[in-house]
């Protein structure tokens, strides 16, 4: 198991090493002068050779990338001060630390994509569950039917619609906002609400079409069948055996799906107008600003290959053949 | 002795030493094709302490037959009539309540393959365990020493170690020892075996086979044997049933019924088999055509459309009228009983040598 886990550690360390040289070459190849969108209008050559140097753009390319990937590691000196590691660099366009302006939106986007996941493997679930449950009957049907209609929304369309009558004709709820969770739970919880309920719903149709489906197969397992011949209770079958089993397509979707899910954080920010990682990465590719869409890019990289690292060890803990293999 | 005496439908009280007894037995599916007779008014006793084989071939309802004594069928598309009488109790119209006491308790169940009817996600110790403290109430760690018990009465090598192993690491012959040491833990009365041996070798079949018979004694469980292999059946049973398109062709003792048969369909089963010692040039002769829809059973006797010897009845009986299974050693045929006697000793015997 350890042996595994420090396996996938040092793939995930290629894989982060290659997702930022790929980035940082890309956006070379655009034929771009980084130090006059910093400077601004009515910028003198000399303004210009100053942030020039201040921004290492003076040195060759490959420099600047090996500045920028040691960096992470041991931290860097700029002309501003001293970027501790793990160092993003300075943006462009503010002069912040990329690293600080991460932490700073980071809460925002944990919390939206945490609650949503929260909500929707919940619902999800649970609905798949009892459709299995009661398969063939009005139940089902409505939980089935149900799910086809949600899984063909999208998060810009019914976002607004949502918006239009819980905050704007009833006014039920103010307009979606992030307050810290350590400063109120509860404002927290109702600021994040709709974009949880929105997100949620998206995914929340394919995961209950999932889990009712790997359900029904998995009741008709022979393991199942030898667990009822044993005389076990019918709630205890359905829940300790077959549905062991099911988990376990669920939890290789999710692994896949958990991309998707910050993809979905990006645009429900834009819907909600949250200023998340989603927004800062947009932001600063509009801007040309490298070392923010950088910075932006690895540490999304760095949370999926943490993530699926987690799912796996939660297949590990699901599937003994797995674990023992 | 055993009292294979019933004739099909009727409801006689059970003998005293019928622990279980099936009368007329009807199994329905109802898919989207039609309505499937599974079986077909099927009757048989078992007692403790014997073992009742039941033969046939795929699909003839013999593994049906046993799901339904256990209720392990889908209720929402299966309709079965007749009775099921565990110890006088009809099972038919029991509540699943009652049910889940009698399952792995009184009677037990051992399926074909080893490897996907044990589940691979709680190891073969808990599984063990597990029905143990259901109808006993027995606590966990009494549960552990009884499933360390039974692994060492089955021949598992270092039970206290490999009950925490799971079943991908037991090989086949292990996975189906332990499958047999979970049906056994509760002591039950009645043993349903169905193909236990099918998915193993020849010497782990042997020696499965083996373990079955001394723990048969041991505990004196009746045994009810589900195989499509005659081998095994002559080395296990006391009494034999065979079964065809959901139905009882032909029942008697091992002996009687592999010795003399007296149903065509019995014949061609023997006659299909190999057997070590023949001359080699002579050809198998297997049964022509293929078992009946269920969907759709052939009009009177079952077996006619395949049946050489239907040109030795008067008329169309064969395939107007369905033969009945007489009173003990008995045959679901139409053909006399001095018919039967030479066609098997011109015809039959000697292809069997």
């Known amino acids: ?116 996941l929260v909500i929707f493997l919940i619902v999800g679930l649970g609905a798949g569950l009892l459709a299995a449950w009661k398969r063939g009957t009005v139940a089902d049907r409505a939980v089935s039917g149900a799910s086809i209609v949600l899984s063909s929304f999208q998060i810009y369309f019914l976002g607004p619609i949502v918006l239009g009558i819980v905050v704007y004709q009833t006014g039920w709820l103010d307009n979606p906002k992030y307050h810290p969770f350590t400063e109120n739970p509860l404002t927290w919880a109702a600021g994040m609400l709709i974009p949880w309920v929105v997100m949620a719903t998206i995914f929340t149709a394919q ?22 011949a044993k005389g076990m209770k019918q709630s205890y079958v359905f829940f300790r055996y077959a549905w062991r089993g099911s988990l376990i397509p669920i939890v290789t979707i999710l692994g896949i799906d958990l991309s998707a899910l910050l993809s979905g954080a990006v645009v ?44 796996d060890l939660v297949y590990a803990y699901i599937d003994p053949r797995v674990r023992l293999s | 002795m055993t009292t294979l005496t019933k004739t099909e439908g009727e409801k006689a009280p059970t003998g005293p030493d019928s622990f279980l007894s099936v009368r007329d037995l009807r199994v329905r599916f109802s898919t989207e094709d039609g309505i499937v007779k599974a079986v077909d008014g099927l009757s048989f006793d078992v007692e403790r302490g014997k073992t009742l084989g039941i033969v046939g071939e795929s699909g003839s309802g013999k593994s049906v037959t046993n799901l339904t004594v256990l209720g ?25 309540k009652e049910l889940e006491k009698l399952r792995g308790n009184k009677v037990a169940m051992i399926f074909q393959d080893p490897l996907t009817a044990l589940s691979p996600y709680y190891t073969v110790g808990r599984q063990i365990a597990e029905p143990y403290m259901k109808h006993t109430g027995a606590s966990k760690k009494e549960a552990r020493a009884r499933a360390i018990e039974m692994l060492t009465k089955v021949g598992i090598p270092q039970p206290e ?53 001394d723990l048969q004694q041991e505990f004196g469980t009746g045994i009810i044997f589900i195989t499509h292999d005659l081998g095994v059946i002559s080395d296990m049973a006391d009494d034999l049933l065979v079964m065809y398109s959901g139905r009882a062709v032909e029942r008697g003792s091992v002996r009687e019924v592999l010795r003399q048969p007296k149903h065509p369909y019995t014949w061609g089963l023997l ?53 009945s299974l007489g009173e003990g050693r ?24």
């Open chain 2, 330 to 353: 008995a045959a679901a045929c139409h053909l006399t009983a001095e018919q039967k006697q030479s066609i098997f000793i011109d015809t039959i015997q000697p292809r069997l040598r």
């Open chain 2, 161 to 213: 170690s490999r009950v925490d192993d799971y079943p991908h690491q037991f090989s086949g012959g292990m996975r189906q020892r332990a499958m047999i040491a979970m049906a056994l833990v509760c002591d039950p009365d009645l043993l349903i075996a169905d193909e236990p041996t099918t998915a193993l070798d020849v010497t782990v079949q042997a020696q499965i086979l083996d373990l079955l018979k």
């Open chain 2, 72 to 96: 392990l069928h889908n209720p929402k598309s299966t309709t079965v009539e007749g009775e099921i009488l565990l110890e006088g109790r009809d099972l038919v119209t029991a509540p699943e």
């Open chain 1, 207 to 228: 995961y209950t079409r999932m889990s009712r489906s790997t359900m029904i197969e998995q009741l008709q397992e022979e393991h199942v069948r030898t667990a009822r």
């Open chain 1, 268 to 311: 429900t920010e834009f819907t909600f107008d949250l200023a998340g990682i989603g927004r800062l990465a947009v932001d600063s590719s509009l801007t040309k600003d490298l070392p923010v869409t950088m910075g932006v890019m690895l540490f999304g990289a760095f949370f999926i290959l943490l993530l699926n690292i987690l799912v």
């Open chain 2, 271 to 323: 006659s299909s088999m190999p057997r070590l010692g023949a001359d080699v040039s002579q050809a198998l002769n297997p049964i022509p055509g293929s078992p009946p829809s269920l969907l759709n059973p052939p009009s009177g006797c079952p077996f006619h459309p395949r049946c050489a010897f239907t040109g030795e009845v008067p008329g169309d009986r064969c395939s107007t009228e369905r033969p």
């Open chain 1, 1 to 116: 198991m350890l042996q595994f886990l420090i396996r996938r550690l040092i793939g995930a360390v290629v894989i982060m090493f290659l997702i930022g040289a790929f980035t940082f070459f890309l956006f070379y190849t655009v034929p771009q002068d980084f130090a006059a969108l910093s400077c601004g209008k009515n910028c003198s050559p000399e303004n210009l050779a100053v942030i020039r140097e201040n921004l290492g753009l003076d040195k060759p390319i490959t420099t600047q990338f090996w500045e920028f990937m040691t960096g992470i590691v041991a931290g860097r000196d700029f002309a501003t001060g001293h970027c501790a590691a793990p160092c993003l660099g300075q943006s462009f366009s503010t002069g912040e630390f990329v690293w600080d302006s991460i932490l700073d939106r980071f809460p925002l986007t944990l919390s939206l994509t945490v609650g949503g």
